[in-house]
């Protein structure tokens, strides 16, 4: 069932199509599965698509132009613009560029995809506040704001979003960002919420994850090349976390991507849940989290499993550990 995202007048599926995957972030990717795997996620009931100027520096907003533009007045769009674009004059110049490549004339909701403490961040609310007003984005928001960012953010603007990573395996936000999200009223698109696939049921050992992918705090940067953290990382707990949870997909005959969607829709200020596919078998598995609603019982085992992780890798909310956030 669709549903009223945070302050803004958008109705919004619980499910939000992440298309950075389709742009090619993990790996080779054929374009007609990337085509099929939108139309599909729309197919399916999937109304709120997510993009960003970075994802395939602008291909990734194409795509989605030329998948689903047909349906673009039956779809909410929502688009990032990078941390070099922040200056107003960029900004601005950014948010067009990305209108030509999606081939629409407004982006529902655009957001700043990180914070850029090298431009004064009332400098960029006003470029987005231009954006409005001309009718090229109808609402606004942020993108991976901490604690100290969103301070900043909430005495300058009436933001409408704050996109962040939010799943099992990454509950950071959990101790400054989501409660704040939720005393201002700022609706959360969580991201990565199936940890790039760790939790769409496929691996049993951390070790099996691919290794470009095991780039997050949880994992050690001794042993994984491209985790850039210099953390010595949670594995043990991770893969504890992981063993906890295929024995409840077990016990409960449940997916392991319905624990974890529906763990994520259960908890506090989640205006939406992104999930990211490469082709459109995945995006019709998507059909059932749309509605998944988890009993109490197994959100907390979900919960009590999870604590521990929580607990070991703290509040750092750039979950890839690299200082981009405050
Ligand atoms: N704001 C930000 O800074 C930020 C950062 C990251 C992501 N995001 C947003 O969040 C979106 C999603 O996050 P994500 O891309 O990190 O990954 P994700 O949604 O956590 O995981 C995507 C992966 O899960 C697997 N998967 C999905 N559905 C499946 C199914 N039905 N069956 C089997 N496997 C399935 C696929 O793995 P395989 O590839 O192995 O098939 C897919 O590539 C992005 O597209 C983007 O919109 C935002």
Not at 18 to 47: H, R, T
Request: charged share 25%; glycine share 10%; hydrophobic share 40%.
């Amino acid at each position: 069932m669709n549903q009223t995202f945070g302050k803004t007048d958008l109705t919004t599926s619980s499910i939000i199509y992440g298309c950075m995957g389709g742009a090619g972030a993990f790996g080779p990717q054929e374009e007609k599965d990337s085509i099929e795997a939108l139309q599909e996620a729309f197919n399916v009931g999937i109304n709120f698509f997510d993009t960003a100027e970075l994802y395939g520096n602008g291909y990734s907003e194409q795509l989605l132009g030329r998948a689903l533009g047909d349906k673009r007045s039956e779809i909410v769009i929502s688009s990032k613009v990078g941390r070099a674009n922040m200056a107003p004059d960029d900004l601005i110049a950014a948010c067009e560029r990305s209108l030509k490549n999606l081939g629409s004339d407004y982006f529902d909701l655009y957001m700043l995809h990180w914070p850029n403490w090298n431009v004064p961040f009332a400098d960029s609310i006003g470029a987005l506040k231009t954006l409005k007003e001309a009718g090229k984005i109808r609402w606004y928001g942020v993108s991976n704001f901490g604690n100290l960012d969103l301070d900043d953010a909430l005495g300058l603007s009436d933001i409408s979003v704050n996109q962040l990573p939010y799943h099992l395996f990454c509950r950071a936000i959990e101790f400054e960002v989501q409660p704040k999200c939720e005393a201002a009223g700022v609706p959360i698109m969580c991201y990565s919420s199936l940890m790039q696939g760790l939790l769409a049921g496929k691996y049993r050992s951390l070790q099996d994850f691919p290794v470009d992918r095991a780039r997050t705090r949880m994992f050690d940067h001794r042993k994984w090349p491209d985790a850039v953290h210099g953390e010595d990382g949670a594995e043990e707990t991770g893969q504890q976390l992981l063993d906890g949870l295929w024995t409840l997909v077990e016990e409960t005959g449940l997916s392991m991507e319905e624990l974890a969607i529906g763990w994520l829709k259960s908890r506090p200020a989640v205006g939406g849940v992104i999930v990211g596919t490469r082709n459109g078998a995945q995006s019709r598995g998507l059909k059932k989290l749309l509605d998944v609603s988890l009993d109490e019982s197994i959100l907390a085992s979900l919960t009590d499993l999870s604590d521990p992780l929580k607990d070991e890798l703290g509040s750092d909310i750039d979950m890839w550990g690299k200082g981009r956030t405050l």
